[in-house]
C-alpha cells in the first residue's frame, strides 16, 4: 500500500505561483510513475501532469504546459508541482497520484484557490 500526503496548496492572486509537493511512503518500491489531478466541482477530474520515476519523463495537459513544472526528488519520495503564472481557471483540488504493478494510489487532495 502506497500513502500520499500533499501540501503546499492555497490562496493565491492571479498571476501568483505556488509549489505543491507530494511525499509517498509504504510500500513505495517499484513505484512506476507519479502526477497530480485536479478537480472542480461538478467536473470530471483532470490529468495535469505525470512524471516517471524512473527517467523523469513528463506530460503535461495543454492548459498548463509552460506554466507548471512537475519534478521528483527520489531521495525524499517527493515529487512536485512549481505552478507559475496561475489564473482563476486553475482553482481546484489538487490531488497527487501514484501508480504501482498497474494500480494507482491517490492522496486527499489540497485546495489551490486563484482569486484576487
Known amino acids: 500500500q502506497v500513502q500520499l500526503v500533499e501540501s503546499g496548496g492555497g490562496l493565491v492572486q492571479p498571476g501568483g505561483s505556488l509549489r505543491l509537493s507530494c511525499v509517498a511512503s509504504?510500500?513505495?518500491?517499484?513505484?512506476?510513475?507519479m502526477g497530480w489531478y485536479r478537480q472542480v466541482p461538478g467536473k470530471q477530474r483532470e490529468l495535469v501532469a505525470t512524471?516517471?520515476?524512473?527517467?523523469?519523463?513528463?506530460n503535461y495537459v495543454d492548459s498548463v504546459k509552460g506554466r507548471f513544472t512537475i519534478s521528483r526528488d527520489n531521495g525524499k519520495n517527493t515529487v512536485y508541482l512549481q505552478m507559475n503564472s496561475l489564473n482563476p481557471e486553475d482553482t481546484a483540488v489538487y490531488y497527487c497520484y501514484a501508480v504501482k504493478d498497474g494500480r494507482s494510489s491517490w492522496g486527499q487532495g489540497t485546495q489551490v484557490t486563484v482569486s484576487s
Open positions: 512524471i516517471t520515476v524512473i527517467g523523469g519523463n513528463t
Open positions: 509504504g510500500s513505495i518500491f517499484s513505484i512506476y510513475k
